[in-house]
């Protein structure tokens, strides 16, 4: 089956529990509910009173982990990783939490995001001396905390964070306490939670349900939250900005069961079907999602339009990792490997699908092949996003320009591409009016260029004549 992306990735996710027994076990549970985010490595790190124990390894955490190697992880508090990865590099070479001994003791890290200047950082740094470990970005941060002369931990970190541009969500344990960080934008998820007295930390909430904690905020933008048996203490270490907060974590990335950003992901996507309902009417017979991510905006769609909705694409979960093809080749196999058509519910009908975003659109044009041979009398694709057309920079794994359809292909080219009746994309102006933010909150540069953060040549950033190569090495460097 091609690994070409054919939707945004989204590069990880984290998850911390801080003075609970048996604090990894809890960890393991956590990563669980953020497989989503990252399905190719996962990591956990434990800290108990003779310092530190990792486990690390590529794959699912079904894979990683067994009740063996959780028994090697004691300790009362831990973090964990998923993620995926990228074009450079080994997963185990960069696989995370990242764990070192330095001058102040222990310290695990945990990263979700991409840093747009780590290049440049490191660079600098290896000049001077400085030995990596690994290819990932989110080093830089443990060798700027190394060199920094700074007593007070704190003072320290903030100054190295001052240092870093794009966007991250950090974990950081050390021997004393653990540090949750967000950008000064707020580009990434990062929810903090009670589990009776204590507190638990992550990348999205729906981790929270599976061991009982209870959400109470998030990480602010610029913050630095220090977490440990005495409780809770929060530091700023940037002033507060515009906020840039990341619209695909509710189109696509995060799970509709998750609180993001402070709002039911559920609601949003909701919200986002009935105004994709207003923009696009059109005589239909039924609504079916593109599962699982189209679900909740194609019932906000059919409640909005009055079409019935039908789950007639159904999705098989249970692909793994990997499988043998067969040797006689079979058209469209990896597509019809992860869906199928109901006939009954689309023969003779007139079919809108609902599905999230349209990226290179060779998944979609598949999809619709399906339907159509299954008896569908038309297909009408309509997007809950508006076209795709610049790559991100701040931790979603997109094509380079030139693969995203929409950014060489007119809506007329597309709908002949997809070989359907017609297709619509929501609006910038409806995506917004659908959020309850405020239209200012979100980074919207995959959709029109406007990169919140700056880095290289302004006229690169824009997306119009970014070179291949800058992408190319930007990515595989990314792995956070």
């Known amino acids: 089956m091609s690994n070409q992306i054919d939707k945004p990735r989204e590069a990880c996710g984290i998850a911390a529990v801080v003075n609970v027994p048996e604090a990894a076990n809890l960890v393991y549970l956590m990563l669980y509910g953020l497989q989503h985010r990252g399905q190719e490595g996962a990591g956990i ?53 990242i764990l070192v001994e330095y001058s102040r003791g222990n310290l695990a890290l945990a990263h979700n995001g991409n840093l747009v200047n780590a290049d440049a950082i490191r660079h600098e740094l290896v000049s001077s001396g400085s030995i990596f470990q690994t290819t990932a970005d989110s080093e830089v941060l443990i060798h700027l905390l190394s060199r920094n002369q700074e007593k007070d931990f704190i003072k320290a970190l903030s100054t190295s964070l001052e240092q870093l541009k794009g966007a991250y969500s950090f974990l950081l344990l050390n021997d004393e306490a653990l ?112 599962p699982d991510s189209g679900v909740c905006t194609a019932i906000g769609f059919s409640q909005e339009a009055g079409i019935p909705f039908e789950m007639a694409l159904i999705r098989n979960h249970y692909i793994g990792r990997t499988f043998i093809e067969p040797s006689q080749s079979i058209r469209d196999f ?28 060779t998944t979609a044009r598949k999809i619709v092949k399906m339907i159509r041979q299954a008896g569908a009398k038309e297909i009408h694709m309509k997007l809950s996003s508006p076209a795709v057309k610049y790559p991100c920079f701040y931790g979603m794994d997109f094509p380079t320009r030139k693969e995203l359809i929409a950014a060489t292909h007119s809506v007329d080219e597309i709908t002949r591409h997809l070989r359907v009746d017609s297709v619509a994309y929501l609006s910038q102006e409806g995506m917004l009016a659908a959020m309850t933010e405020g239209k200012d909150c979100f980074c919207q ?15 690169e950033l824009s997306g119009r004549d970014i070179s291949e190569k800058q992408l190319s090495e930007t990515r595989s460097n990314r792995v956070g």
């Open 445 to 459: 540069a995959c959709f029109d260029g406007n990169y919140p953060v700056d880095f290289g040549n302004r006229d």
């Open 334 to 361: 990896g597509v019809k490997l992860k869906f199928n058509v109901v006939k009954e519910a689309v023969r003779g009908k007139r079919v809108v699908v609902i599905d999230d975003s349209l990226v290179r659109g």
């Open 179 to 290: 540090y949750a960080i967000r950008d000064p934008y707020g580009f990434r998820p990062l929810a903090i939670g009670k589990l009776g007295g204590n507190y638990v930390v992550a990348s999205e909430t729906c981790s929270f349900d599976l061991i009982g904690a209870d959400y109470i905020r998030d990480v602010e933008p610029g913050e630095i939250v220090k977490m440990s048996k005495y409780g809770l203490e929060s530091y700023r270490f940037a002033d507060k900005r515009q906020q840039a907060l990341c619209i695909f974590e509710y189109i696509y990335f995060s799970r509709p069961d998750s609180i993001i950003f402070g709002n039911s992901c559920w609601e949003a996507r909701r919200r986002l079907g009935q105004m994709l309902a207003k923009e696009n009417q059109h005589p239909a017979d039924l609504v079916i999602p593109v």
């Open 45 to 97: 790190i434990a800290r108990d009173e003779n310092g530190f124990t990792a486990v690390k390894g590529s794959g699912l955490v079904a894979d990683v982990f067994n009740e063996e190697k959780l028994g090697t992880l004691p300790g009362k508090t831990s973090i964990g990783h998923v993620r995926y990865s990228t074009t450079g590099g080994s997963v185990e070479q960069n696989a995370q939490p």
